[in-house]
């Protein structure tokens, strides 16, 4: 049943696009009626604080280890230092286990933080539902997880992609959306909260009403967090020029299980998918932590056990709208070719707040003494897609680059999401559902082929069996 339901979308998606010229992108024209670009006031439900004296806030989770055997439960205590402890176990209301873990808290101005509790819960089984409890007494708050499937390579497993998300109506629209997809987890691509966009004490009290926002899904299955630029929070003016501060208290990553030297950067494997995760603002050229870092992390990746290579970044690489142009010039000088050497399957980022997928293309022979310098066609270069359209309160990046440049495959400045479904080891189905006045619509949507295996010697009997030219096409994007 699912996999005629398969063929079905696949079968739509070839018909829609057989007469289209395969290099020529598109530039949808849809207009969609927005929510104000506004941040939901603070006294509206979205950011309700639970009852109870010290009751647990902000409840999220990310991946705790290399391998989704453990996640790291993360909330806020208003009033109380109490104990960092996760009570939990595999049925509901019984708590087996006993997780305990640390307590902080910062300063960011005048604002005090309250108090941040980190609690890594780990041995889990795979494939597991597990119920958890955390607060004390009557303000004790119990929600649940599902931990991935035991890593493999045809391991079916649904991710989620979000960016540049804020806490406006927008935002709310693409959470609901979001969540009604049935993806298990979500690749974040940076920019949570556009706390930045406030001044002093509201910097602090817009990251709590965010956390709060977010917790109906992120109380219940890891995000795996990346960083952008409203996480820099450089703030001369108040004093406060330590960068990350407020992320890298409120939001930990599993970067010691990599061997990785900073949270920023890091890489995590769940299911049949290899996720790295860079970050845009953090040293990285060569002979850098993060360089180092990925050139070792890249040579771990094993495509027979985990076929799918994804990463994750804030800035673009390949964009084509006015917005943050060329932003992504110096990542790519760097690191483009060993994405197109390791056959990464796609690269998702954020920053531009419009959608945006790129043909497979690259632009790696061109050097300073050459006159190459056009991306060209490349079957070993990854799918580039933009999801900054989360919904945060700048508002949407309108204005593309016109003529359409030949490496943009499909852009639209709508808000949204995208999910990626990952079948087996050949195929995953990908998704950008646009929120088109409250409603989700699927609006850009292919068959991802697999990078490693679609060139092995398997992969090109599966091409033969299946001979019609436009499933060829669909083959060799
Ligand atoms: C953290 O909380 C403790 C206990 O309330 C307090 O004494 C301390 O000043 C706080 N630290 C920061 C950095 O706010
Ligand atoms: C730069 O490009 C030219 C022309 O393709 C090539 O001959 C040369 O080897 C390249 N130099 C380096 C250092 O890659
Ligand atoms: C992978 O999944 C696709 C779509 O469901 C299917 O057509 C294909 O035969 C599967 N390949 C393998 C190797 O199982
Ligand atoms: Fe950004």
Request: aromatic fraction near 14%; include cysteine; charge should be negative.
């Given at each position: 049943?699912?996999?005629?339901?398969?063929?079905?979308?696949?079968?739509?998606?070839?018909?829609?696009n057989?007469?289209?010229?395969?290099?020529?992108?598109v530039t949808?024209d849809?207009?969609?009626?927005?929510?104000p670009s506004?941040?939901i006031?603070?006294?509206?439900?979205?950011?309700?604080?639970?009852t109870?004296?010290?009751?647990?806030?902000?409840v999220?989770?990310?991946?705790?280890?290399?391998?989704?055997?453990a996640?790291?439960?993360?909330?806020?205590?208003a009033d109380?230092?109490e104990a960092?402890?996760?009570?939990?176990?595999?049925s509901?209301g019984?708590s087996?286990?006993?997780?305990?873990?640390?307590?902080?808290?910062?300063?960011?101005y005048?604002?005090?933080?309250?108090?941040i509790?980190?609690?890594?819960?780990d041995?889990?089984?795979?494939?597991?539902k597990y119920y958890?409890?955390i607060g004390?007494?009557?303000?004790?708050?119990e929600?649940w997880?599902?931990t991935?499937p035991?890593i493999?390579?045809?391991?079916?497993y649904k991710f989620g992609i979000?960016?540049?998300?804020?806490?406006?109506?927008?935002?709310?629209?693409?959470?609901?959306?979001?969540?009604?997809?049935?993806?298990?987890?979500?690749l974040?691509?940076?920019?949570l909260?556009?706390?930045?966009?406030?001044e002093y004490?509201d910097?602090?009290i817009?990251?709590?009403?965010?956390g709060r926002?977010v917790e109906r899904?992120t109380?219940?299955?890891?995000?795996?967090w990346?960083a952008?630029?409203?996480?820099?929070?450089?703030?001369p003016?108040?004093?406060?020029v330590?960068?990350f501060?407020?992320?890298?208290?409120?939001?930990?990553?599993?970067h010691?299980a990599?061997?990785?030297?900073?949270?920023m950067?890091?890489?995590?494997?769940?299911?049949?998918?290899?996720?790295?995760v860079?970050?845009s603002?953090?040293?990285?050229?060569?002979?850098?932590p993060?360089w180092?870092?990925?050139?070792?992390?890249?040579?771990?990746v094993d495509?027979?056990?985990?076929?799918?290579l994804?990463i994750?970044?804030?800035?673009p690489i390949?964009?084509s709208?006015d917005a943050?142009?060329?932003?992504?010039e110096?990542?790519?000088?760097v690191?483009?070719e060993w994405?197109?050497?390791?056959?990464?399957?796609?690269v998702f980022?954020?920053?531009?707040h419009?959608?945006?997928?790129?043909?497979r293309?690259?632009?790696?022979?061109y050097?300073?003494?050459d006159?190459?310098?056009?991306?060209?066609?490349?079957?070993?270069?990854?799918?580039?897609?933009?999801?900054?359209?989360?919904?945060?309160?700048e508002?949407?990046?309108?204005?593309?680059?016109?003529?359409?440049?030949?490496?943009?495959?499909?852009?639209?400045a709508?808000?949204?999401?995208s999910?990626?479904?990952?079948?087996?080891r050949?195929?995953?189905?990908?998704?950008w559902?646009?929120?088109?006045?409250?409603?989700?619509?699927?609006?850009?949507?292919?068959?991802?082929?697999?990078?490693?295996w679609?060139?092995?010697?398997?992969?090109?009997?599966l091409k033969?069996?299946h001979?019609s030219?436009a499933?060829g096409?669909?083959?060799?994007y």
């Amino acid at each position: 049943m699912k996999s005629l339901l398969f063929q079905l979308i696949l079968t739509s998606f070839v018909l829609l696009n057989s007469d289209n010229n395969v290099n020529a992108g598109v530039t949808s024209d849809f207009i969609r009626k927005e929510y104000p670009s506004e941040d939901i006031p603070l006294d509206n439900e979205v950011f309700a604080v639970p009852t109870g004296h010290n009751a647990p806030q902000q409840v999220h989770m990310t991946q705790g280890d290399y391998e989704g055997k453990a996640v790291i439960i993360s909330w806020v205590t208003a009033d109380e230092p109490e104990a960092s402890k996760v009570q939990y176990g595999t049925s509901k209301g019984k708590s087996e286990f006993i997780a305990e873990g640390k307590t902080t808290n910062y300063t960011l101005y005048k604002y005090k933080s309250g108090y941040i509790h980190h609690v890594l819960v780990d041995n889990l089984e795979y494939d597991t539902k597990y119920y958890y409890k955390i607060g004390t007494g009557h303000s004790a708050r119990e929600f649940w997880f599902q931990t991935p499937p035991k890593i493999g390579p045809d391991v079916p497993y649904k991710f989620g992609i979000i960016g540049d998300l804020g806490q406006t109506y927008n935002s709310l629209s693409t959470l609901e959306h979001y969540m009604e997809s049935g993806a298990e987890t979500v690749l974040f691509v940076g920019d949570l909260a556009y706390a930045d966009r406030y001044e002093y004490n509201d910097v602090g009290i817009r990251w709590d009403s965010w956390g709060r926002f977010v917790e109906r899904s992120t109380a219940y299955q890891p995000w795996i967090w990346s960083a952008g630029n409203h996480e820099i929070e450089y703030f001369p003016y108040m004093d406060e020029v330590v960068p990350f501060k407020s992320y890298l208290e409120r939001y930990p990553t599993p970067h010691l299980a990599c061997k990785s030297s900073s949270p920023m950067w890091y890489a995590v494997r769940r299911a049949s998918a290899h996720i790295i995760v860079l970050s845009s603002y953090s040293p990285f050229v060569k002979y850098t932590p993060q360089w180092e870092w990925l050139s070792e992390e890249l040579k771990r990746v094993d495509r027979e056990k985990t076929p799918w290579l994804i990463i994750l970044m804030h800035i673009p690489i390949y964009n084509s709208n006015d917005a943050h142009f060329m932003e992504g010039e110096s990542m790519r000088a760097v690191f483009e070719e060993w994405f197109v050497h390791h056959k990464v399957d796609v690269v998702f980022a954020g920053h531009v707040h419009a959608y945006e997928r790129s043909f497979r293309i690259s632009n790696i022979r061109y050097n300073v003494s050459d006159g190459d310098r056009y991306p060209v066609p490349d079957k070993s270069a990854p799918v580039y897609i933009t999801v900054g359209d989360g919904g945060n309160q700048e508002g949407l990046a309108g204005s593309f680059r016109d003529p359409q440049p030949e490496y943009s495959a499909f852009r639209e400045a709508s808000y949204g999401h995208s999910t990626l479904e990952i079948r087996n080891r050949t195929h995953a189905l990908y998704h950008w559902n646009r929120n088109d006045d409250g409603k989700k619509v699927p609006t850009d949507s292919f068959v991802l082929h697999n990078q490693y295996w679609s060139s092995s010697p398997r992969r090109r009997k599966l091409k033969k069996i299946h001979s019609s030219s436009a499933l060829g096409w669909i083959a060799s994007y």
